[in-house]
């Protein structure tokens, strides 16, 4: 166990319904980022947040995507009118600001769009 | 773009012989490097790390040797035990946000 928490593991949604994922990082972090990973790949940077501020969404991250973390503690995810392209594996990370930090991952929520 | 990659999909490796793993780097600026073990249906797990100032360091079982000059990233595990059986990625942070770039990974499948 990393530390970092995420629910739910797993996800199975319809097509067109909206999802929402939730990342606790570890606790003196202040830097939490999310990525996607699908079957046979390495994780996919989608944005990531110093404190409460989000600095940066990959390509990756549609229209339908979205990350807050409010109170620049936990974060969420939601992904809106999901997609069968929406399958994979969310993983949250979490690091210490500054040069040569580890970056700690969750278990991830495996997302299923049937 | 500039991206990590690795250069072998599958490695077989007897229990009790040692494993090794190589990456490729693309990105000069790169200069700080993980290696992760990722198991079926969990979250990647650090390894070990190394930074850019450093050609060889070693933790338990494992060893990191990074060569700069050709751009080259490989973890060595000695003695391969069953329980090491597991994806590994090698991910490089081109700065010091942390945007970590990942290859596609690299499963080790160990062999009684």
């Known amino acids: 166990d990393t530390g970092v928490s995420q629910n739910p593991r797993h996800k199975i949604t319809k097509r067109g319904q909206n999802v929402t994922f939730r990342c606790d990082p570890i606790?003196?972090?202040?830097?939490l980022y999310w990525y996607r990973q699908t079957l046979g790949q390495g994780p996919e940077f989608l944005t990531y947040?110093?404190?409460?501020?989000?600095?940066?969404k990959s390509r990756l991250l549609s229209d339908r995507f979205s990350a807050e973390r409010p109170k620049g503690s936990f974060s969420t995810l939601e992904i809106q009118r999901t997609e069968q392209g929406d399958s994979a594996m969310y993983l949250c990370?979490?690091?210490?600001?500054?040069?040569?930090?580890?970056?700690?991952f969750g278990s991830g929520t495996q997302l299923s769009v049937l | 773009g500039e991206s990590v990659g690795l250069h072998l999909p599958t490695l077989s490796v007897q229990e009790g012989d040692n494993s090794i793993i190589n990456c490729a780097y693309s990105?000069?600026?790169?200069?700080?490097f993980i290696w992760y073990k990722q198991e079926s249906g969990k979250g990647p797990q650090f390894i070990i790390d190394?930074?850019?100032?450093?050609d060889k360091r070693q933790g338990q079982r494992v060893t990191v040797l990074l060569n700069k000059t050709v751009k080259h990233l490989s973890l060595q595990i000695a003695a391969t035990q069953p329980g090491d059986s597991a994806v590994y990625f090698c991910?490089?942070?081109?700065?010091?946000?942390?945007?970590?770039?990942f290859g596609a990974g690299t499963q080790v499948v160990v062999t009684p």
């Open positions: 990370a979490s690091r210490r600001q500054g040069n040569n930090e580890k970056l700690f």
């Open positions: 606790s003196e972090h202040n830097r």
């Open positions: 947040f110093q404190n409460e501020a989000q600095l940066e």
């Open positions: 990105n000069s600026a790169s200069d700080y």
């Open positions: 190394i930074r850019s100032n450093m």
């Open positions: 991910a490089d942070a081109p700065d010091s946000w942390g945007k970590f770039q």
